[in-house]
């Protein structure tokens, strides 16, 4: 008898701990799944703030330098970057970093195609709904991705590169950059010759160095057809864009010019040949 107390005292003492333990089990999970809760609403609630911050930056830079200044911009998109660049790992900070981007343009109602690079994304929440400019800085940003930029050398490669439309254009396989335009502009005016000025205060102002090389002549026109020669340019970068602004205007009276001269090369290479072949006759002959 006493063995069969002790036997149901033993079992209700086992029954009591194991209902404990599930217990103490069932509560750590709860408590588990409530950080992990926590950690996710947190880190999203972390990435809305970040966009926001980034967002009020751009309006910033849009509502004071925006057409002057582009190193405010390269500084937003190094962010933009270094943002993806934080959520690329497979740690639980990067997870809930994504997570957060996920709610954040939930929240802000975005649409993307599936395919969609999370930079452009990136991208969109920072800038807003300028597809253009989505779609150039996307560009950018994934370009030195696929370069391996780091981080900290962002700002340097879009200055290095020309700049964002360089960079977009360079994208392109039928567009020309502003580079290739100043290459053929410069091409195009060596073929014209609009008069000649000459003076003592012109030749002082320019290098001698630099001769045979282009210059920028910033003039005013008159009435009777004269121009007054106000002051010289000799900095690369003026004449480049001088001349990339000429083909860009003329550009089809150019690209006809390129086709003449094709066309009389191609002729004369055939005349050659026709030479060539009839000496070649006579000698054997």
């Not at 005292?9 to 103490?24: D, H, K, M, P, V």
């Not at 150039?136 to 200055?159: M, Q």
């Not at 009389?264 to 055939?270: H, P, S």
Request: positive net charge; glycine residues 6%.
């Amino acid at each position: 008898m006493q063995t069969n107390t002790s036997f149901v005292t033993s079992a209700q003492s086992t029954t009591a701990n194991s209902g404990s333990e599930l217990a103490q089990s069932t509560t750590a999970n709860v408590v588990q799944n409530d950080n992990s809760a926590l950690a996710t609403a947190h880190a999203s609630s972390s990435v809305r703030n970040h966009f926001e911050q980034l967002a009020v930056e751009r309006e910033a830079w849009e509502s004071t330098v925006y057409r002057t200044n582009n190193e405010q911009l390269y500084v937003l998109l190094q962010k933009c970057y270094q943002t993806y660049q934080a959520m690329s790992g497979g740690e639980d900070e990067a997870g809930n970093l994504r997570k957060g981007l996920a709610d954040y343009i939930k929240t802000k109602g975005y649409q993307f195609k599936s395919g969609t690079h999370t930079l452009v994304k990136i991208v969109k929440c920072v800038f807003g709904n300028d597809r253009r400019r989505v779609s150039a800085y996307g560009i950018v940003l994934r370009t030195a991705l696929a370069r391996k930029i780091s981080v900290i050398e962002i700002p340097d490669f879009i200055r290095s590169e020309g700049g964002v439309e360089e960079i977009r254009l360079a994208k392109s396989p039928n567009a020309m950059t502003a580079k290739l335009k100043a290459q053929a502009g410069a091409e195009a005016v060596q073929t014209s010759n609009l008069g000649v000025f000459a003076s003592n205060a012109l030749g002082s102002k320019l290098d001698a160095g630099n001769i045979g090389k282009t210059v920028v002549l910033i003039c005013t026109w008159q009435a009777d057809g004269s121009v007054i020669v106000r002051s010289v340019v000799q900095s690369d970068t003026a004449v480049n864009a001088a001349l990339a602004c000429h083909y860009s205007a003329n550009k089809d009276a150019i690209k006809q010019v390129v086709v003449e001269k094709q066309a009389a090369n191609d002729e004369q290479i055939k005349h050659d040949a026709i030479a060539v072949a009839t000496q070649a006759a006579v000698v054997n002959a």
